[in-house]
């Protein structure tokens, strides 16, 4: 007899365990996460946690930016089980960042790695994401890009700026005619210069552009890619591999290849080029850039020993003047295909061009902080500076976000063409007043979140004494606002705001009180036909009753339950009654103490509140209208 008791308590407390977490997954989904983490942590001490409760309790604490909380359900969660989803994993290491832990978000990083293949923030592509493509094309749309075809471009190929000083440096095929690259036809690459002017407006102006002041950077052949120094006195740039006599050298194979060299600023023209000792004859080496200190110089190569067509590597520059050994920058960066246009910003994000990583087609360009110690996946910068074409040559002031790209698309001029961009942070406001039903009185000190697409609290005010809230938020995003105010059911409001600067929404907000008059009135709270349980979706409606009851400590109440005519009518009286006391027992497990109930009575049908009694035939919503429970107040300050 122990044995079946001790067996029917068990199963008891796993049935409560299991309808508490049902009752806080409700709460979660509706974005209740201190009500949800008060069910779920009641679920832990009953030792009925599972993964599902550990990662939801994280996932609350997360949600709610408490990331030493989040950290820490994780960490349990990832502890005591296996099986995991790596969604968690990733969690756990923002949460870890969050709060400095980095040596163990490396850890987990790493597995991570391991566990995730295919997630689209690791290695770029996600096959079971059709909408990835989508993502991409409308990946800017919560900001004011400004992209513009620049004057000064030629019909001919333009790209590859460089701005030092107020001097824009860039390539251009706009040069003698007499001789022309077999590739495209077009006249050899020259290096070109101009001065950029700051209007009054904000605006850019350009001169007219004229070839590259000194004589020994430009040859008969190509030249272009162009990085400088911080102090302007050195120049770094891309030329064809020429022989003393300004020849083209070739491999065994016929082949010309490319190689970097340096300039010196004498005056005002640049000499004493150089080339640079990591080059070779059987091998291209390009595209250089130099780190904000100017202590390490990328560029791209197609050496043997890499892992693509063509890779990005870096060398260390030394105080004498000498280079380091090159190093490739690894599979993070490089892929089978070919990287290119290797440029760095002021903030040391690191941005190139790329077929290999997912794009919209042929060479995008991407951002990675590889060089801030966060080797994470690059990321495709999108559209309107991706396209289906040649995207590349990214330049950008970090300060001021303006900067510029060049591209073959074919709205251009030539076969490249400069573009310069502006980015500005396309921003709105969520406004709106909070009002009591029916009454419309103006609410103050309603409690308003802001909350994102993946359920997290972004910010949270309070309603002045005029009941307003405002919101700044940014455009072609999707949030939810959530009112609550004690003894008052929440408002929840859902909106998407439009990609249009300074829009202004308007999102009021409508409560209901809980108290009016002597009853605290809750939506209809349901049982399962011919039964006395308590439902989720009741309980749900029932914590309204807890809230109450907790704010009002005075406050006593008692609770009737009504049934529609349908069944025996002592049947239907027994069987409210049981309800009633079903609901009076629920309240009571939620710490409220059992005096403060004085009664929980079932009426059956003997109250109906329309035409449907026995015999009468009526609609199921005329039946449901008889079926309900009423909480009365019959003592407290608030009757």
């Given at each position: 007899?122990?044995?079946?008791?001790?067996?029917?308590?068990?199963?008891?407390?796993?049935?409560?365990?299991?309808?508490?977490?049902?009752?806080?997954?409700?709460?979660?989904?509706?974005?209740?996460?201190?009500?949800?983490?008060?069910?779920?942590?009641?679920?832990?001490?009953?030792?009925?946690?599972?993964?599902?409760?550990?990662?939801?309790?994280?996932?609350?604490?997360?949600?709610?930016?408490?990331?030493?909380?989040?950290?820490?359900?994780?960490?349990?969660?990832?502890?005591?089980?296996?099986?995991?989803?790596?969604?968690?994993?990733?969690?756990?290491?923002?949460?870890?960042?969050?709060?400095?832990?980095?040596?163990?978000?490396?850890?987990?990083?790493?597995?991570?790695?391991?566990?995730?293949?295919?997630d689209s923030r690791l290695k770029g592509y996600n096959p079971d994401d059709v909408s990835?493509?989508?993502?991409?094309?409308?990946?800017?749309?919560?900001?004011?890009?400004?992209?513009?075809?620049?004057?000064?471009?030629?019909?001919?190929?333009?790209?590859?700026?460089?701005?030092?000083?107020?001097?824009?440096?860039?390539?251009?095929?706009?040069?003698?005619?007499?001789?022309?690259?077999?590739?495209?036809?077009?006249?050899?690459?020259?290096?070109?210069?101009l001065e950029v002017k700051q209007e009054e407006n904000g605006m850019e102006s350009y001169s007219s552009p004229i070839k590259l002041a000194g004589e020994d950077v430009n040859s008969i052949y190509h030249e272009a890619s162009v990085a400088i120094t911080n102090d302007g006195k050195t120049?770094?740039?891309?030329?064809?591999?020429?022989?003393?006599?300004?020849?083209?050298?070739?491999?065994?194979?016929?082949?010309?290849?490319?190689?970097?060299?340096?300039?010196t600023l004498k005056g005002k023209e640049w000499t004493n080029v150089t080339e640079l000792p990591f080059n070779d004859d059987v091998f291209s080496t390009g595209h250089p850039t130099l780190s904000p200190d100017n202590k390490t110089l990328f560029f791209v190569s197609d050496r043997d020993g890499g892992?693509?067509?063509?890779?990005?590597?870096?060398?260390?520059?030394?105080?004498?003047?000498?280079?380091?050994?090159?190093?490739?920058?690894?599979?993070?960066?490089?892929?089978?295909?070919?990287?290119m246009f290797p440029f760095v910003a002021?903030?040391?994000?690191?941005?190139?061009?790329?077929?290999?990583?997912?794009?919209?087609?042929l060479l995008d360009i991407f951002k990675s902080n590889i060089l801030k110690e966060e080797p994470t996946t690059p990321e495709n910068l999108g559209a309107p500076f991706n396209s289906g074409y040649d995207d590349f040559a990214y330049f950008i002031n970090s300060e001021t976000q303006k900067g510029?790209?060049?591209?073959?698309?074919?709205?251009?001029?030539?076969?490249?063409?400069?573009?310069?961009?502006?980015?500005?942070?396309?921003?709105?406001?969520?406004?709106?007043?909070?009002?009591?039903?029916?009454?419309?009185?103006?609410?103050?000190?309603?409690?308003?979140?802001?909350?994102?697409?993946?359920?997290?609290?972004?910010?949270?005010?309070?309603?002045?004494?005029?009941?307003?809230?405002?919101?700044?938020?940014?455009?072609?995003?999707t949030y939810t606002i959530l009112g609550t105010k004690p003894d008052y059911k929440e408002d929840k409001k859902t909106i998407t705001t439009a990609n249009e600067d300074k829009k202004v929404n308007t999102v009021d907000l409508v409560l209901q009180p809980l108290i009016l008059d002597s009853q605290i009135i809750i939506n209809p709270i349901f049982f399962d036909y011919d039964k006395s349980d308590i439902r989720t979706d009741a309980q749900y409606e029932l914590e309204n009753i807890v809230d109450v009851l907790r704010k009002h400590p005075e406050m006593i109440i008692k609770i009737e339950s009504h049934t529609d005519s349908r069944g025996r009518d002592k049947y239907n009286?027994?069987?409210?009654?049981?309800r009633a006391k079903s609901t009076a027992k629920y309240i009571i497990s939620r710490g409220i103490d059992a005096n403060r109930i004085e009664s929980a009575r079932g009426y059956g049908e003997t109250r109906l509140l329309n035409k449907c009694a026995n015999g009468v035939k009526c609609s199921e919503e005329e039946h449901q209208v008889n079926r309900r429970s009423y909480f009365y107040i019959i003592d407290s300050e608030k009757k």
């Amino acid at each position: 007899m122990k044995i079946k008791i001790l067996t029917l308590v068990l199963i008891l407390s796993s049935s409560l365990s299991f309808t508490q977490t049902k009752l806080a997954d409700k709460f979660f989904d509706n974005y209740g996460y201190l009500k949800a983490i008060e069910l779920y942590e009641k679920v832990v001490e009953k030792g009925k946690a599972d993964t599902h409760v550990l990662t939801r309790l994280g996932d609350a604490y997360y949600n709610n930016s408490n990331s030493e909380k989040a950290a820490y359900w994780y960490e349990k969660a990832l502890s005591e089980n296996k099986d995991v989803e790596a969604e968690y994993i990733y969690k756990y290491i923002q949460s870890l960042r969050s709060i400095g832990d980095y040596k163990k978000a490396d850890i987990w990083f790493k597995k991570l790695s391991e566990a995730q293949q295919g997630d689209s923030r690791l290695k770029g592509y996600n096959p079971d994401d059709v909408s990835i493509f989508d993502k991409l094309t409308s990946k800017n749309e919560d900001r004011i890009v400004t992209l513009e075809n620049l004057s000064f471009n030629s019909e001919k190929s333009d790209f590859g700026s460089f701005l030092h000083d107020n001097t824009l440096y860039f390539a251009s095929a706009r040069g003698d005619e007499k001789k022309v690259y077999n590739w495209n036809k077009e006249p050899f690459l020259d290096i070109f210069q101009l001065e950029v002017k700051q209007e009054e407006n904000g605006m850019e102006s350009y001169s007219s552009p004229i070839k590259l002041a000194g004589e020994d950077v430009n040859s008969i052949y190509h030249e272009a890619s162009v990085a400088i120094t911080n102090d302007g006195k050195t120049m770094y740039f891309t030329r064809d591999n020429v022989n003393d006599r300004n020849r083209l050298k070739y491999d065994k194979e016929g082949t010309t290849h490319l190689k970097i060299y340096t300039a010196t600023l004498k005056g005002k023209e640049w000499t004493n080029v150089t080339e640079l000792p990591f080059n070779d004859d059987v091998f291209s080496t390009g595209h250089p850039t130099l780190s904000p200190d100017n202590k390490t110089l990328f560029f791209v190569s197609d050496r043997d020993g890499g892992i693509g067509q063509t890779d990005i590597y870096s060398v260390k520059i030394n105080d004498d003047g000498s280079y380091g050994e090159p190093k490739n920058l690894g599979d993070k960066i490089n892929t089978e295909g070919r990287e290119m246009f290797p440029f760095v910003a002021k903030d040391s994000t690191f941005y190139f061009s790329s077929d290999g990583h997912l794009n919209l087609g042929l060479l995008d360009i991407f951002k990675s902080n590889i060089l801030k110690e966060e080797p994470t996946t690059p990321e495709n910068l999108g559209a309107p500076f991706n396209s289906g074409y040649d995207d590349f040559a990214y330049f950008i002031n970090s300060e001021t976000q303006k900067g510029y790209i060049s591209s073959n698309r074919p709205e251009g001029k030539g076969g490249d063409d400069i573009y310069s961009f502006n980015i500005e942070e396309c921003n709105q406001q969520i406004t709106g007043i909070a009002k009591e039903h029916r009454t419309e009185i103006i609410l103050a000190d309603v409690t308003v979140q802001l909350i994102d697409e993946t359920g997290k609290i972004i910010e949270e005010v309070l309603t002045a004494e005029d009941g307003a809230y405002t919101f700044d938020v940014k455009c072609s995003k999707t949030y939810t606002i959530l009112g609550t105010k004690p003894d008052y059911k929440e408002d929840k409001k859902t909106i998407t705001t439009a990609n249009e600067d300074k829009k202004v929404n308007t999102v009021d907000l409508v409560l209901q009180p809980l108290i009016l008059d002597s009853q605290i009135i809750i939506n209809p709270i349901f049982f399962d036909y011919d039964k006395s349980d308590i439902r989720t979706d009741a309980q749900y409606e029932l914590e309204n009753i807890v809230d109450v009851l907790r704010k009002h400590p005075e406050m006593i109440i008692k609770i009737e339950s009504h049934t529609d005519s349908r069944g025996r009518d002592k049947y239907n009286l027994k069987l409210s009654d049981r309800r009633a006391k079903s609901t009076a027992k629920y309240i009571i497990s939620r710490g409220i103490d059992a005096n403060r109930i004085e009664s929980a009575r079932g009426y059956g049908e003997t109250r109906l509140l329309n035409k449907c009694a026995n015999g009468v035939k009526c609609s199921e919503e005329e039946h449901q209208v008889n079926r309900r429970s009423y909480f009365y107040i019959i003592d407290s300050e608030k009757k």
